[in-house]
């Protein structure tokens, strides 16, 4: 949270600016029908290509309200379809406009080609060399009267005139070839073509990337006869030239893969040098030297991401060290495009797309935007994107983009790995990437704890050390124990130097938490979610010491991404500030959740989302149940002003996970008190039936002197033989208590049919007969146990018991399910279903070792988006009002809260407790609570 809040504090100036925004995620998607869908022919759900499936493309062409799709590419990127399809008139709506469809999964996802070009239908994928046909095909160009297309595998360039209108056209005009049939022998001339893959056209001009060729050829007027000859040759002095391995200079290219200009200059994506040469004028003289280059230091550089000189350094010792990568630096470029105010290069070896926001008019410029990475200096995607990979594809990223287009709003990208068609529309600048969290873990830090044990000898010494991530050494925190100290003295000395009560400077790694009520230093990571789990830490002792320190683990752990949802999650967007204009809301509680609130609406994938509370620099809302389809969605906000103006944000990616909890907790500073209630003011225990089926086992359950036996049948499961013992316990007037099947797992709940202390003390014994392959365990004490007051909260004056059975409030639980297995889930409105389970099992832990018996995870009847989670507190728990308690999914952690433990006296429930103070607390006036 304080890194957030920092990052805001540093960053308002600005956000009001229409812009594009590094890191943001795209607004809408082409050719899939959700955002990582990822779906192509060959697919068991889509066995053949069709108008609204993309393969893997690479060209892009915007013209007329019409977006042209290359559906093939030179990467190995499958399926190559060897087509080019036609979208006319996107069905995605104005940035700014309100979208009111709450039904379809995605509004801002699919679009359906009208024309295809290259193929007889929307099914063909066959390639060929005819007048219609194409061969892997990697460029379009169209200025909505004339369409050219580089058809590489074919050594051509075909042209349309006028643009297609029905489907497997023929073309009008080849070059290349002297027909539509021809693949001649190459001999460079000035008609001749080597496996282009670059095409623009610029009023009457045509430009022909030949990158085989190593050259760019333009003719001044658009040809009109097959095979017509170029007027003007770049990248070689004249027509019939050639150099394998030309020189690398202003004047030469090593594999060109595209050509554009904005009508007063020309740009060329020079890939085998990886660079962008920049012609300041339209070239008119054959081997003219480009002006200006873009991602090397000059023009006799070609190394990928050369960063020497051209990205900021740190020195030491007087070397300078550069970063892998830079704003400036390109790793093979596939594309460059400007609108004649704005340069956006195809960064496609380091999977981004550099944005300048203005044309650069010097060497090495650096770059003003960064889309598809979170920031200039790294590359956090590989080839993890890749389906073939087994990889996931993101809303903020793009896998080796290999083209462009700009229709005036929309910046539209190609991304072959992804088989989609991503498409960035800028907008204010309202929440950070980081700024979408679980509302109730916030953020998770890595703990670790170091447990002191031994006497008290004076000379003997303690040394913790804490080495963080990007240290060399560690750091070490030397105590000499001194004849009047204690263990808590030690603790407290030593957490003073940690935190730098004499020196000033704390660990910049960790802080230090005194818990010498148990003996413990607990050491909190600075740094939120899993960057703290890189943090080391060890603890040793002199030689011969009386005294002992041991470390839990060798680095801290537990740190979490707070920013990875579930479906269902209630969620936090903290804002740089001007969400809205007018006064703060909060929906009413207990009621349906509105989609619009103080003039502002969430759109997640296009769809609104319910929203809980809105202020100029707060939301929060309902992530949408339907996304679990996906590994990832998008989200802007749009606000309605008092003036009736309207506002929308750039796009955050939010990443979807199937459950990924936190913890609703008290304000303050974490770990947080849990907001968490006593269960029951019975007695009650728990019975976990495990194991195999073998019929005729017998399973006894004895409750005092009355016992309870099942034999098992062939036709039985666990969850059978749990319900029949369950059948026979409370078929009996005589029993002590009821059973009732827990939420999770298959375990039997006791409760005590007396109230209170009069329900305690009863045994509870399991038995099975001998060999039995059916296990009967009580996960609780011996006895029927730990009434209290249900619904009172868990607090140091009324700590848990071990054993006892308390209630967790939730969210980021995920999907659940009813007995008969039918999913719960319901946007924004209170949950008034059936009893229910978390489809992904919930675990819990206390203190780092001590297991919590999960008794039931599910969603909390007359809430939204609250999970209520039910726990019997271990029997090995020790009186610790500091517990840390924290619940996990697979890998997914929660946060970690403070749940107070006591074990009481034999004589009363109300026994004396030890005086901790619980850590001081700061209010926000209840954004965190859950809303019942």
Not at 308 to 318: L, R, V
Not at 469 to 484: D, F, I, L
Not at 903 to 931: E, H, K, W
Request: proline share 7%; net charge negative.
């Amino acid at each position: 949270m304080k890194c957030i809040v920092a990052l805001l504090l540093s960053s308002v100036a600005g956000w009001a600016q229409i812009r594009f925004v590094t890191g943001q995620a795209a607004r809408a998607v082409v050719g899939q029908s959700t955002f990582t869908s990822q779906n192509s022919a060959g697919d068991p759900a889509y066995p053949n290509p069709a108008a609204n499936l993309l393969g893997g493309v690479s060209g892009l062409a915007w013209a007329n309200g019409t977006l042209f799709v290359v559906d093939s590419n030179r990467m190995q990127a499958l399926p190559t379809q060897n087509r080019v399809l036609l979208f006319k008139n996107l069905p995605f709506p104005a940035p700014d406009a309100e979208i009111l469809n709450e039904y379809d999964r995605c509004p801002v996802c699919g679009g359906t080609a009208s024309v295809v070009v290259g193929q007889t239908d929307f099914t063909g994928v066959n390639p060929g060399r005819t007048q219609a046909g194409l061969q892997n095909p990697a460029a379009v160009a169209s200025d909505g009267h004339i369409l050219a297309i580089a058809d590489t595998d074919n050594n051509r360039v075909v042209i349309w005139n006028p643009v297609p209108q029905v489907n497997g056209a023929p073309a009008s005009v080849v070059l290349g070839q002297k027909d539509f049939t021809s693949l001649a022998p190459i001999v460079q001339t000035s008609s001749s073509l080597l496996g282009p893959q670059g095409v623009w056209i610029q009023g009457n001009r045509l430009f022909v990337a030949d990158s085989s060729g190593n050259r760019v050829l333009i003719w001044n007027s658009i040809p009109t006869q097959n095979n017509q000859p170029a007027d003007v040759v770049l990248g070689e002095p004249d027509f019939t030239s050639f150099q394998d391995t030309p020189p690398t200079d202003a004047v030469h290219m090593l594999t060109p893969v595209s050509v554009t200009s904005d009508g007063v200059r020309v740009y060329v994506t020079d890939i085998g040098n990886n660079r962008v040469l920049i012609w300041n004028s339209i070239p008119t003289q054959n081997g003219q030297p480009a002006d200006i280059v873009i991602g090397q230091p000059d023009f006799s550089g070609n190394a990928s991401n050369n960063v020497t000189g051209i990205c900021p350094s740190t020195t030491s010792g007087g070397t300078a060290t550069y970063p892998a990568m830079c704003g400036a630096t390109l790793s093979f470029p596939r594309y460059t495009l400007s609108d004649g105010q704005h340069l956006y290069i195809a960064d496609g070896g380091n999977d981004r797309v550099l944005i300048f926001n203005s044309i650069p008019t010097k060497n090495s410029a650096r770059a003003d935007v960064v889309l598809g990475q979170l920031d200039e200096y790294s590359n956090i995607n590989g080839t993890e994107a890749d389906p073939s990979q087994g990889g996931q594809a993101d809303t903020n990223q793009v896998t080796s983009p290999q083209s462009l287009a700009w229709d005036g709003t929309n910046l539209y990208v190609s991304d072959p790995f992804d088989r989609r068609v991503m498409v960035f529309t800028p907008g204010q600048n309202l929440v950070p990437n980081i700024g979408i969290t679980n509302a109730a873990s916030r953020e998770v830090f890595a703990l670790g704890s170091i447990t002191f044990g031994g006497t008290i000898n004076a000379s003997d010494t303690v040394t913790i050390t804490i080495q963080g991530p990007t240290q060399t050494s560690g750091t070490n925190y030397t105590y000499t124990v001194v004849k009047t100290d204690t263990i808590a003295s030690v603790i407290s000395n030593m957490v003073g130097q940690i935190n730098g009560a004499n020196s000033g400077a704390g660990d910049p790694n960790v802080y230090a938490l005194n818990e010498s009520a148990i003996s413990e230093i607990v050491l909190v990571a600075k740094a939120p979610g899993p960057q703290g789990n890189l943090v080391a830490y060890s603890a040793t002792s002199s030689a011969t010491a009386q005294i002992s320190a041991t470390a839990a683990g060798a680095n801290l752990d537990g740190g979490q991404n707070a920013s990875q949802m579930a479906p269902s999650t209630i969620m936090t967007i903290f804002s740089y500030g001007g969400i809205t204009d007018q006064d703060p809301a909060a929906a009413p509680a207990g009621q349906t959740l509105p989609r619009q609130l103080a003039g502002v609406e969430l759109y997640i994938d296009g769809t609104r989302a319910p929203l809980v509370y809105v202020s100029q620099n707060q939301i929060n809302a309902q992530m949408l149940s339907r996304v679990y389809d996906s590994t990832s969605v998008t989200t802007w906000i749009r606000s309605v002003r008092k003036d009736g103006s309207v506002i929308y944000s750039a796009a955050v990616a939010v990443p979807i996970v199937p459950g990924n909890p936190g913890i609703f907790a008290s304000p303050g500073t974490e770990p947080r008190a849990a907001v968490a209630v006593h269960a029951s003011s019975n007695a009650t225990n728990v019975v976990s039936v495990d194991g195999t089926v073998t019929a005729g086992n017998t399973a006894t359950i004895t409750v005092g002197s009355s016992s309870y036996t099942y034999t098992v049948v062939t036709a039985d499961t666990l969850t059978t033989i749990e319900n029949q013992l369950i059948k026979l316990i409370n078929a009996d007037p005589a029993s002590p208590v009821t059973a009732s099947a827990a939420g999770a797992f298959n375990r039997i709940v006791l409760t005590a049919k007396v109230a209170g202390a009069a329900g305690e003390g009863t045994s509870v014994t399991t038995s099975i007969s001998a060999g039995a392959t059916v296990l009967l365990t009580v996960l609780g004490p011996p006895t029927m146990c730990c009434a209290n007051k249900a619904g009172a909260p868990v607090t140091a004056a009324n700590p848990a018991a071990p054993g006892e059975l308390i209630n967790l409030f939730a969210t980021g639980i995920g999907i659940v399910q009813s007995s008969d297995g039918t999913w719960q889930n319901v946007d924004g409105v209170p949950y008034a279903g059936p009893p229910n389970s978390a489809v992904q099992p919930v675990d819990a832990l206390i203190n780092g070792s001590s297991t919590a018996n999960v008794i039931s995870a599910g969603l909390q009847p007359g809430a939204v988006g609250v999970y209520l989670v039910q726990l019997q507190m271990g029997n090995n728990l020790k009186t610790n009002l500091q517990s840390q308690l924290r619940i996990a999914q697979n890998t997914y952690t929660s946060n970690i809260v403070i749940l107070p433990v006591a074990v009481p006296t034999a004589t009363s429930a109300s026994t004396t407790l030890p005086a901790v103070a619980p850590p001081a607390r700061r209010g926000n006036g209840g954004r965190d609570a859950p809303r019942h």
